[in-house]
């Protein structure tokens, strides 16, 4: 990506001592340059040196709609020529956040929202609301939060402790007091070493062994990724049945269940939501990342009538400054419409059939050890031994190789796990793009599957 451009060197020199990056080893930025991504439309990106690339990540699961959609661009500029600022706190409003509720709660045939600056803040909003809602309803030891082990759900505080990756949480503990974990429907390599359909879904038992051991009058709320994104596009065998075990679980014991849809949410998974996907309706919705395709920050909380009443009478003791900010609102009503108008999740859909076919291509490399997803939200997970499914040593960050691979043959495909490589382009992608990746994927595995075995010997 790098090379002696004068310009380039020169942001080259600041990153080396200015800036802190995020999730990634600062030496290497140090020793083989910054990756500066400089332009997109549609789905090709160009960095600094003018290099082209196909986004076949949306960045981070992000934009959804594609780069540069002068629709959204439109949106923001008008609305930023009107009133750049509108603070929510004490009962004031601005029309751009109101009309967003109204949008949100009509396609979702939810109640009311709750807006803040990222998918972290919306599982923050999550947590304290189920929290303050049992607190109302005169159950205050109801504070425990479920989630799954493996899961992502952010950085701060509360979604760090909600989060189930080791790595993430090591330097930071104590984490907050009052979160637990579950067993993931994790089919390729299962808690349990069984396999769907003799497991009948033990993986969902767990839970209510879970809340069976901690007392149901404690546990607030079930936080659950439909498609867990961090683990590698992992779904359960069975939406409908293991989701409905999950729902009346919650619902017999007076929990809430939350749906985190920061990733899965406005098409990525082939449906407009990926509570689709399953026969059940959550309590609350966690949104961000897409909900803007990323023209500018948003984290949504969207609630059930049930939660929204009791909140009438009593102050939610939260906010964020910046919380659905006008220019964010704004973006957020045209990407919507995007997606509504374009049936982008139809597109999604219709692509990730074919994308799958395409990836099943990939298992014939020694390395490959899965291939899955669903709509446009796919993962490979790389194995030393395809066999005993022996993981790859973290010490030879193969995700991190392929990624550098991928970018000489121009295709981004951002980093984000040690033995995985996510796919997840813009929902706009056509066959001839998906064509262009997946051959790029064989050309950059194939060279890393033979480093990985010199490494071996
Ligand atoms: C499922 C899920 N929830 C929450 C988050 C946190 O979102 P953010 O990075 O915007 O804080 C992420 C981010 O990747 C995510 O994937």
Redesign the pocket.
């Known amino acids: 990506m790098n090379n002696n451009n004068k310009e380039y060197l020169r942001y080259w020199e600041i990153a080396k001592s200015k800036m802190i990056p995020h999730f990634a080893i600062w030496k290497e930025v140090i020793n083989e340059g910054p990756r500066v991504i400089s332009k997109g439309d549609g789905v090709y990106l160009w960095d600094i040196n003018n290099n082209k690339y196909i986004d076949g990540m949306s960045i ?2 992000v934009v959804n709609v594609g780069h540069n959609r002068k629709e959204i661009i439109e949106a923001i500029y008008e609305q930023l020529n009107k009133i750049s600022y509108v603070s929510l706190f004490g009962g004031y409003y601005h029309e751009k956040a109101l009309e967003l509720s109204e949008l949100l709660t009509n396609i979702l045939g939810m109640d009311a929202v709750f807006f803040s600056n ?4 919306a ?1 923050e909003t999550a947590i304290k609301l189920a929290k303050q809602y049992h607190y109302i309803k005169g159950n205050p030891n109801k504070y425990k939060i479920i989630g799954r082990w493996h ?6 505080y509360g ?1 760090l402790s909600l989060s189930g990756i080791r790595q993430n949480r090591i330097f930071f503990e104590p984490l907050v007091p009052g979160f637990l974990h579950f067993e993931v429907p994790y089919c390729y390599r299962c808690p349990f070493n069984s396999s769907y359909p003799d497991c009948e879904l033990r993986c969902a038992q767990d839970l209510e062994r879970l809340i069976e051991y901690e007392g149901p009058k404690t546990i607030a709320a079930v936080i659950v ?1 439909p498609v867990m ?2 683990l590698g596009s992992v779904y359960p065998p069975d939406f409908h049945k293991y989701y409905q075990k999950i729902y009346k679980i919650c619902k017999e014991n007076d929990i809430l269940l939350i749906f ?1 849809e ?3 949410g406005f098409g990525r998974t082939g449906k407009l939501f990926a509570y689709e996907h399953t026969s059940v309706k959550p309590d609350m919705f ?1 949104f ?2 897409g909900i803007t395709s990323g023209y500018a920050p948003l ?1 949504a909380t969207v609630v059930s009538k049930e939660i929204s009443e009791v909140f009438k009478d009593w102050m939610f003791m939260h906010g964020y400054t910046f919380g659905g900010h006008p220019a964010s609102a704004a973006a957020a009503i045209a990407n919507i419409n995007i997606i509504l108008n374009e049936k982008l999740y139809e597109n999604a859909h219709n692509m990730g059939l074919y994308l799958k076919e395409k990836l099943q291509e990939l298992m014939e490399f020694d390395i490959v050890g899965d291939v899955r997803g669903i709509g446009l939200h796919f993962s490979i997970e790389y194995v030393a031994d395809k066999l005993t499914k022996k993981p790859i040593s973290s010490k030879f960050w193969i995700a991190a190789r392929i990624e550098k691979e991928l970018l000489k043959n121009g295709v981004y495909l951002a980093r984000a796990s040690v033995d995985r490589t996510y796919i997840a382009p813009p929902l706009i992608i056509n066959k001839e793009q998906i064509d262009f990746i997946v051959s790029a994927l064989k050309k950059s595995i194939y060279k890393v599957q033979q480093e990985f075995f010199s490494f071996k010997k």
Do not use: F, Q, R
Request: no cysteine; glycine share 16%; aromatic share 8%.
């Open positions: 981070l699961w990222s998918g972290s803040e599982i899961s992502y759900h952010g950085v701060t979604a990724e994104s961090a985190d920061v990733n899965n966690v961000g990342k984290g």
